[in-house]
């Protein structure tokens, strides 16, 4: 068991009372409620998804269980759990894909136990992600895991070790980094790029919470999403590193943004269930509910990073103001890679290139250049090369196409794209580009005009005509060849183009929500 104080310790020389809670989230002591009282079930919260900003916690308690036999001795009493919003169990399981009911798991603590023998016997409520529900569900129903070894060869490590040198390269192959790694590219990628940029020393982080922080967030991504999985997220932050490197960004940017910026991308995706926003929403799903239909999943992922940056205690050295306000801009930075807000940021970007009144040494300029970068990021692999971008294709449009045969199986409406037997891999890709990546791209380039971003746009430009040839080649002198955007309206084509997290993008002008929930956005 690891615990976290955020205050000075007080003395512990009581009991430990039978409400003891173990929650992956925010817990707080109550300052208005007496000392080992009984906590009001009505503030007990069983999921790690509400997190609190409320200035008024003094202190926060975060117990992490390592095992399922835990004697807990001494421990601070009196804990409430602060939450937005209570669901009944039964809301949990209405996910089809799913079908978890994202229940609590219980464990029993050991007989070896200090407290009193005559004492009744107490149980360890522990929520878990998504994914570590499944892992868990297989052990509990006796099914083994495919467990990699976890010592690699000495020749895969040096090979690994010489990729890393090369990072830096947009040509960077993040499918042979993986195998080269045994599936651990997210947690040595971003644990390399830390260290390179001395923000391991600088922050005073310590080493153990931050390889622990990483392992944990490779493990909430998803290994059976074709597309959305921990290597997408190593992808996007090679990839962002390599927009950090540019001249525009690397004279300007703080060590602070640099930080931001690395852990932004390597949990942007946090816990993706491998459905879009859309599918929640008709399904019912709790998610949906919580965040009122409004950037569902961005802000499940933002909130499942702010989850294990707490539980792990990686910033709990830090002032609690500087801590929240990194987590808050976080946030931000995750947010906008909401696909569906697409038009807003860049036409917001626009404008600044168009006034050219972007200021780098103004800290909002900064952090929207950031969102911006980020965004690129995320739905950079159409400018990948040929090899590495046809990869990625085809795994996006096949978690599409996964989300479409569970809607047919469950009687549902099938979102768009998401129809195997009327759409090709090439189709999607190509009303993609055109009207979403082509013009993020062209005016990144705007912005920075490097070599990177003119290999990205040749990239890009070859790609697309790639995915043309190859639909002539499938349907020779067939209508059904062109991309299923040809002849419709552009704004209404952006509303129906396909999106890398599996959404749809829409038209926002004017008509996007500003308000994001549980969170203030920053510029």
């Known amino acids: 068991m690891e615990v976290c104080y955020q205050l000075p310790v007080l003395p512990l020389d009581r009991p430990v009372p039978k409400h003891v809670l173990s929650r992956r989230g925010a817990i707080s002591f109550s300052s208005s409620s007496s000392l080992f009282g009984a906590p009001d079930p009505r503030q007990l919260s069983q999921r790690r998804g509400a997190i609190s900003y409320d200035s008024s916690d003094q202190t926060a308690l975060y117990i992490r269980?390592?095992?399922?036999?835990?004697?807990?001795?001494?421990?601070?009493?009196?804990?409430?759990?602060?939450?937005?919003?209570?669901?009944?169990?039964?809301?949990?399981?209405?996910?089809?894909?799913?079908?978890?009911?994202?229940?609590?798991?219980?464990?029993?603590?050991?007989?070896?136990?200090?407290?009193?023998?005559?004492?009744?016997?107490?149980?360890?409520?522990?929520?878990?992600?998504f994914q570590r529900y499944l892992h868990s569900s297989r052990l509990l129903r006796g099914i083994p895991q495919q467990i990699p070894l976890h010592i690699l060869d000495e020749d895969y490590t040096g090979q690994a070790r010489c990729m890393l040198e090369k990072v830096g390269s947009w040509n960077f192959d993040i499918f042979l980094f993986d195998r080269l790694t045994n599936g651990n590219s997210l947690i040595t990628l971003t644990f390399h790029l830390l260290n390179q940029y001395g923000l391991v020393e600088l922050f005073q982080l310590d080493m153990v919470k931050l390889w622990r922080f990483l392992v944990m967030v490779q493990e909430d991504y998803h290994?059976?999403?074709?597309?959305?999985?921990?290597?997408?997220?190593?992808?996007?932050?090679?990839?962002?590193y390599c927009y950090l490197r540019e001249p525009m960004l690397c004279k300007s940017l703080t060590s602070c943004d640099i930080l931001l910026g690395l852990l932004a991308a390597a949990t942007h995706d946090l816990d993706h269930p491998g459905v879009n926003q859309l599918f929640l929403i008709k399904t019912d799903h709790y998610l949906a509910t919580l965040y009122r239909n409004t950037s569902v999943l961005e802000n499940h992922h933002w909130k499942s990073a702010v989850g294990l940056l707490r539980e792990t205690g990686l910033f709990s050295h830090l002032p609690a103001e500087d801590s929240l306000n990194m987590e808050r801009q976080?946030?931000?930075?995750?947010?906008?890679?909401?696909?569906?807000?697409?038009?807003?940021?860049?036409?917001?970007?626009?404008?600044?290139?168009?006034?050219?009144?972007?200021?780098?040494?103004?800290?909002?300029?900064?952090?929207?250049?950031?969102?911006?970068?980020?965004?690129?990021?995320?739905?950079?692999?159409?400018?990948?090369?040929?090899?590495?971008?046809?990869?990625?294709?085809?795994?996006?449009?096949?978690?599409?196409?996964?989300?479409?045969?569970?809607?047919?199986?469950?009687?549902?409406?099938?979102?768009?794209?998401?129809?195997?037997?009327?759409?090709?891999?090439?189709?999607?890709?190509?009303?993609f580009i055109t009207y979403v990546v082509e013009p993020l791209f062209a005016e990144w380039a705007r912005f920075s005009d490097t070599r990177v971003s003119q290999t990205m746009l040749g990239h890009l430009g070859l790609n697309k005509a790639s995915w043309g040839s190859l639909q002539q080649e499938q349907t020779p002198g067939s209508e059904e060849a062109e991309p299923s955007t040809a002849g419709t309206d552009p704004e209404a084509t952006t509303a129906a183009s396909a999106q890398p997290d599996g959404s749809t993008a829409t038209a926002t002008r004017g008509t996007s929500s500003k308000e994001i929930p549980q969170g203030s956005r920053e510029s």
Not at 120 to 126: A, D, G, M, Y
Not at 350 to 375: E, G, I, P, W, Y
Not at 395 to 400: D, G, M, Q, R, W
Request: aromatic share 8%.
């Open 223 to 240: 290994s059976d999403n074709p597309y959305h999985n921990a290597v997408h997220a190593a992808d996007v932050t090679q990839a962002m």
């Open 330 to 431: 976080l946030g931000s930075l995750i947010l906008a890679t909401d696909i569906s807000r697409q038009n807003e940021y860049l036409s917001k970007f626009r404008t600044h290139l168009d006034l050219d009144d972007l200021c780098l040494s103004n800290a909002s300029h900064r952090h929207f250049v950031l969102q911006m970068a980020l965004k690129c990021a995320d739905i950079c692999n159409p400018c990948r090369p040929w090899e590495l971008s046809k990869q990625w294709s085809e795994k996006v449009t096949e978690e599409f196409f996964q989300q479409g045969d569970i809607e047919k199986k469950h009687k549902l409406e099938v979102s768009p794209l998401c129809d195997r037997d009327t759409n090709t891999v090439g189709n999607i890709q190509i009303g």
């Open 65 to 129: 269980m390592l095992g399922a036999c835990v004697v807990f001795k001494q421990l601070f009493a009196n804990v409430r759990v602060r939450s937005q919003v209570g669901f009944e169990p039964e809301r949990r399981s209405s996910h089809p894909y799913l079908c978890i009911d994202f229940r609590t798991l219980h464990t029993r603590l050991g007989s070896g136990s200090t407290s009193a023998s005559s004492a009744p016997e107490r149980r360890v409520h522990r929520l878990l992600s």
